[in-house]
């Protein structure tokens, strides 16, 4: 029939009944949007006419088109009328219809009929009703009704007027364009969708009748769903619509070129789009006709470039999502196709909407926009690599669409392809480049750590150990440094010169103080140290402004951005002002002095060791400002675990830029000491005792060479800090005092205080003072403190002491000596020996204590108890070793001869009472005492001075009474006090219980015939030494017969050795002596090491001369 083949063909069928069902398309959009509202409206039932008087119509019709074409002559009347009904029915019954057999049928038909009376007056005078029946069946959603009704609009244009040709044209530019769709009307049996589009209903029914569709919205209890319905079947009817007219164009581009010459601006941007549209249907078609219009399709896109792309520039934001996805793909071809030059003026746009449908809610839409943006992006890059003029405005237009759109999207695939395209732009777009560093640097570097992974920075802040993290942040650093972001930064940052410095300088501050990623502000202080050593010059005038910034971020939480920001100044400071430089140092100053965190002081010190490090030059004219700080701050407290302040970076900073620890102090004393009166008056307990410490030191190296005035100024700073109640540190003043007064002592002794008195004496009340206080922890070193400047200046202060120790002491000894004392030596020494006998009787339960860990009880205790009690038995003999030593340091000297006599013999049988329940060292701390007791015992200088006076007193005297009244050794080798007290050498000693007893016998015979051989004798020196030399003796004894603890033993020997020589002269007190401990020596002769030897040996050879 389409190729018009006899009549019969055509008669055999009835419009009614020819034609089969053609199935709608649907383009459902996800969006839910659409073009207008499809027409609906009542249907009338079709026309009953009775089916004979149709059937005879219909024949005699066809016989006059047969007759017509077959013969040639003119209708008779009755045919022609035929005729004319049958073109009445057919375009205003059956055409109208919506059933699609019918429709089918009717186009047929009319075809038919168009093609064989095209020329009879009834059919040239309906040929416009023939145009719009034939444009009404183009829109139909069956392709064979759409090529028939094609054929028929080819063969209306070749009978028409040329008027109504262009109406023709026009018709179907519009219905290309525009895709209007008709308004038609339905009935319940009319399908708007192909069996299966929709899928089926719950029962099983196909969904694509109207009826079916309204039963579906009724069962779902939606009745608005029949609206949605509707709107896609509209939407469907627009595309059948430009299908159909595709099927026009494409049997019209033959012959209507001409005409559609003028329309084709309009006509080849929709087609160009058409043929990428996703549906293979409406696709073959478009293309189909852009071959029938398109001869070379390169030179027809150049030729409509601007008007392509400004059709799909604004098709990209499209409600239909078929829309938005062909304008991507058919951009892509045209980017592909031809340069992007020609679209400068829209580049910026076209970015800009892609990266809006990149994140498109449909997956399609969004990988045709990803290819869009690949091709744009290598299209770019490609015009940039050229050069020249046009180089230059892509470069324009693109970078700062990237820089700001691009890199900041919160879709992965549009960071990633404008990062990429950014460092190829960079890369190839070289100096052109250097208007834009401004924003650039800025970009990149907050674009570096978007490239880090967000459970990097979770891991970080939730690792607990603060070295873990620091090591953690380090190699986020580092791994950042090695991205090709960061080597495009170094890259580009060659290009900074003059005029551009400013704003590049701006973005870098402004991230260094607002960015909250770890790798950007690593990166923008790694920027900064690159400009200072590549434009240094530039970079000058912005110094004071990047050191701002830096300092700042000092304060940071993080360790890692102090340490390297700390590392960047160090660098900057090279080209910054002398003001600036100063203003830092003293800003420094003020944060390690008045701030609270250890963080804050750890970072000043590796801000100046960089500075020291990187700029020597600069640490060197600036000295007077950082060695003294460096000087207090090597001071911190810190323990061989943990260095909270740097202690080391400070110590390197001082000892690398002084030429050595004193002469340091030399150079920078008045300003180490003003730094000291700053940190005394604060309100830190730490820096405090931080002070002390310093001026310790200070005081060490070079208190001989300080003036009175800065002696004055130093000791009173430390006594006023002294004032007030005993805290965690304080120590180190009370000690710091001490070594500052010991060692200006040759400036000091001259200096007097405001009351008028000595400064000294001002001092040694403020130590007394200290040393009464209750904390034992502090009371010890202050008694050290105390006893070391008593013992350097000869003070007598002894009482004092004695009264604090010797609780203390006694406690330890498991004793209840009486405290109190007798003024007169005689009555001390019954008093020592009361004394003596009660600690030597509680030894044994002292020492079980001991033992035990400090529980009598019994009960049974566990390993942390046990340690526990370790750790303060450690304690209490470290406490009972300096009180000891301090009794030694604090023993007036000779002169003191009223002191000596109220305390010589408690003082010796104190230490008596201590030597054997102590722990070795304390022994070795005891003897030592002893040593300086005898040392500066007033009766050896007697002896030593006054030898034959004394013998004439003894000459004088009754030697049977006196021997009498004063031997205190039996034969049974009991001690025997005046007062009548014994203590068995066994208790006192039981390692050398033997040894001592021989000894004692020894003594005995040997006194006797000392005093037989001497007419005269003196019983006050007897009264005096006896008691003392046997408490002495003991402790030598008892030192001597521990073989196994080497120093213990050459220590006894040599304190012995120094004590009988200096009473050789008397050979009463010598012979007491010899017969006490020589026994003792002999035994030491045969020791194995050679000075335990030699000084056993020169001792017995003194004793038995």
């Known amino acids: 029939v389409a190729d018009g083949t006899g009549a019969a063909d055509v008669s055999s069928t009835s419009p009614a009944a020819a034609g089969t069902n053609g199935a709608a398309a649907t383009d459902a959009s996800p969006t839910g949007a659409g073009a207008a509202d499809a027409g609906i409206s009542d249907v ?57 057999s019918v429709r089918q049928a009717s186009c047929i038909w009319l075809l038919t009929i168009l093609k064989r009376c095209r020329y009879m007056p009834g059919v040239q005078d309906n040929i416009m009703a023939i145009q719009g029946a034939f444009m009404n069946l183009l829109g139909d959603n069956n392709e064979l009704v759409q090529d028939a009704a094609s054929k028929g609009l080819c063969v209306v244009y070749e009978c028409c007027s040329e008027a109504l040709r262009k109406s023709l044209v026009e018709g179907l530019v519009h219905a290309l364009t525009e895709g209007k769709s008709r308004v038609s009307n339905v009935t319940g049996d009319t399908k708007l969708f192909r069996e299966g589009e929709l899928g089926t209903a719950s029962t099983g029914g196909q969904l694509s009748t109207y009826k079916e569709l309204c039963s579906l919205a009724s069962d779902l209890n939606q009745p608005d769903l029949i609206y949605k319905f509707m709107n896609l079947a509209n939407h469907n009817a627009i595309w059948n619509s430009r299908k159909g007219a595709a099927f026009g164009f494409g049997s019209l581009a033959s012959q209507a070129g001409a005409q559609l010459e003028p329309y084709l601006p309009q006509i080849v941007p929709k087609l160009f789009r058409y043929q990428h549209d996703p549906t293979p249907r409406i696709q073959q078609p478009m293309a189909h006709i852009w071959s029938c219009l398109v001869t070379d399709t390169n030179k027809t896109t150049e030729k409509y470039y601007s008007s392509i792309l400004s059709d799909l520039l604004s098709s990209l934001t499209s409600s239909l999502w078929r829309v938005r996805e062909s304008s991507c793909s058919a951009l892509t071809e045209l980017i592909r196709q031809h340069s992007v030059v020609p679209a400068v003026p829209h580049l910026a746009t076209l970015w800009t909407t892609l990266f809006k449908v990149r994140d498109d809610v449909k997956e399609s839409v ?106 953690f942040d380090s190699l986020r650093v580092a791994a950042a440094r090695g991205t090709p972001m960061m080597d495009t930064l170094n890259y580009v940052l060659q290009f900074v010169d003059d005029q551009v410095m400013e704003s590049v300088i701006v973005g870098v501050v402004d991230v260094l103080k607002r960015s909250v990623g770890l790798t950007s502000r690593t990166t923008a202080a790694h920027v900064v140290e690159t400009l200072t050593h590549t434009c240094p010059g530039p970079l000058a005038k912005f110094a004071g402004k990047i050191l701002t910034a830096l300092v700042n971020g000092l304060n940071d939480r993080n360790a890692t951005i102090r340490k390297i920001f700390a590392n960047a100044i160090g660098t900057v400071v090279k080209v910054a002002k002398s003001s600036s430089v100063e203003k830092l140092l003293n800003k420094l100053q003020t944060w390690y002095l008045e701030k609270e965190e250890d963080s804050v002081r750890m970072s000043v010190g590796i801000t100046l060791r960089s500075m020291h490090r990187q700029s020597s030059d600069i640490m060197k004219d600036y000295a007077s400002l950082a060695l003294p700080l460096a000087f207090l701050a090597m001071h911190a407290h810190k323990t061989p675990e943990e260095d909270p302040t740097g202690t080391d970076v400070w110590e390197e900073i001082w000892s690398d830029n002084t030429p050595g620890a004193e002469a340091g102090i030399r150079l920078h004393l008045s300003e180490i000491i003003a730094v000291c009166e700053k940190v005394a008056v604060c309100s830190n307990w730490a820096m405090k005792s931080q002070s002390g410490r310093a001026l310790s030191t200070m005081s060490e190296k070079v208190g001989h060479a300080l003036t009175e005035e800065q002696t004055s100024l130093v000791v009173n700073l430390l006594l006023n800090t002294l004032q007030g109640r005993t805290w965690a540190g304080k120590e180190s003043l009370i000690l710091s005092l001490s070594t500052v007064v010991v060692k200006t002592k040759s400036v000091l002794i001259k200096i007097s205080s405001k009351d008028d008195e000595l400064l000294l004496d001002t001092v040694v009340k403020v130590m007394i003072r200290e040393a009464t206080k209750e904390k034992m922890e502090y009371k010890v070193h202050a008694i050290q403190a105390l006893t070391t400047v008593l013992e350097e200046y000869q003070v007598d202060k002894f009482e004092v002491v004695f009264d604090i120790c010797f609780p203390r002491i006694n406690q330890s000894n498991g004793g209840s000596n009486d405290s109190s004392g007798s003024s007169s030596s005689t ?13 030597t009787t509680a030894s044994t339960s002292s020492s079980a204590v001991v033992a035990t860990g400090g529980s009598s009880s019994g009960t049974v205790v566990t390993e942390e108890d046990r340690k526990a009690d370790m750790l303060e038995n450690d304690a209490t003999w470290k406490l009972l070793d300096e009180l000891i030593c301090s009794l030694g340091k604090a ?66 005297s009754n030697s049977a009474g006196a021997t009498a009244s004063n031997t205190g050794v039996t034969a049974t080798g009991v001690t025997t006090s005046s007062a009548g007290d014994s203590v068995s050498s066994m208790d006192v ?30 019983p006050l020196m007897e009264t005096q030494f006896d008691p003392v030399i046997q408490q002495s003796c003991k402790i030598f004894n008892y030192c001597l017969g521990i073989s196994k603890y080497y120093s213990l033993r050459k220590q006894t020997l040599s304190v012995l050795l120094e004590m009988v020589s200096r009473i050789k002269g008397n050979p009463i007190i010598l012979g007491k002596v010899s017969g006490a401990v020589v026994a003792a020596v002999e035994e030491a002769r045969r020791d194995a090491q050679p000075d335990i030897q030699h000084l056993a040996t020169t001792i017995h050879k003194i004793l038995r001369a």
């Open 44 to 100: 009338e039932p079709m026309d009953t006419t009775d089916a004979t008087t149709t059937a005879a119509t219909t024949a005699r019709a066809s016989t006059a088109v047969a007759t017509t074409e077959a013969a040639g002559p003119p209708l008779a009347e009755s045919e022609v009328a035929s005729l004319a009904w049958l073109l009445h029915q057919l375009l205003n019954k059956y055409i109208p219809m919506t059933k699609p």
């Open 366 to 471: 969004r990988d045709a926009a990803s290819k869009t943006l690949q091709s744009l992006s290598k299209s770019c890059i490609k015009v940039c690599e050229a050069g020249g003029a046009e180089s230059q405005q892509v470069m324009e237009c693109v970078l700062p669409i990237l820089l700001t759109a691009g890199i900041s999207s919160s879709v992965a695939d549009v960071r990633s392809v404008s990062l990429d395209a950014i460092v190829k732009l960079c890369r190839s777009g070289g100096a052109m480049i250097r208007p834009h560093l401004g924003t650039l640097v800025p970009a990149l570097l907050e674009a570096i750590a978007g490239l880090e992974h967000q459970s990097l920075s979770y891991t970080s802040v939730r690792t607990a150990s603060d070295d873990d993290r620091d090591r």
């Open 827 to 839: 009555g001390a020494s019954t008093s020592c020996s009361s004394s003596s006998n009660s600690s």
């Open 891 to 956: 023993w007036p000297i000779s002169s003191r001869k009223d002191t000596q006599e109220r305390y010589s013999v408690r003082f010796v049988e104190l230490l008596n009472a201590s030597v054997s329940k102590v722990p070795r060292k304390t022994q070795l701390t005891v003897i030592s005492t002893l040593g300086k007791y005898w040392d500066r015992h007033y009766l050896l200088l007697d002896t030593e001075t006054g030898a034959n006076a004394s013998n004439t007193v003894i000459s004088s």
């Open 989 to 1018: 000693c039981p390692e050398n219980a033997s040894s001592e007893a021989s000894s004692n016998s020894e003594l005995t015979s040997t006194t006797a015939s000392a005093v037989q051989s001497m007419p005269l004798y003196d």
